[in-house]
């Protein structure tokens, strides 16, 4: 997904800081220069979520963990 030092935004989450996830689902986007790119849950478990909408990120950082 990453390429180079580019960096995103984080659009939307569909799901609230806490809420039981399931492996697979539609957590919410981020938003590259020109291009959206879906974040998927990796996993069952409950969602933490570390960078909050608008929040801008680069390649490496932490977005949301599954616990």
């Known amino acids: 997904v990453w390429e180079g030092d580019a960096e995103a935004s984080v ?3 569909f799901f609230e800081d806490g809420e039981t996830v399931q ?4 957590l919410g ?3 590259f220069e020109k291009t959206a790119v879906e974040v998927r849950a ?3 478990g409950i969602l933490r979520i570390k960078a909050p909408p608008e929040a801008v990120v ?3 950082d932490v977005l949301a963990l599954i616990e």
């Open 58 to 60: 680069h390649k490496g």
């Open 42 to 44: 990796p996993g069952d």
């Open 23 to 26: 492996n697979g689902a539609l």
């Open 29 to 31: 986007e981020l938003m």
């Open 11 to 13: 659009s939307v989450w």
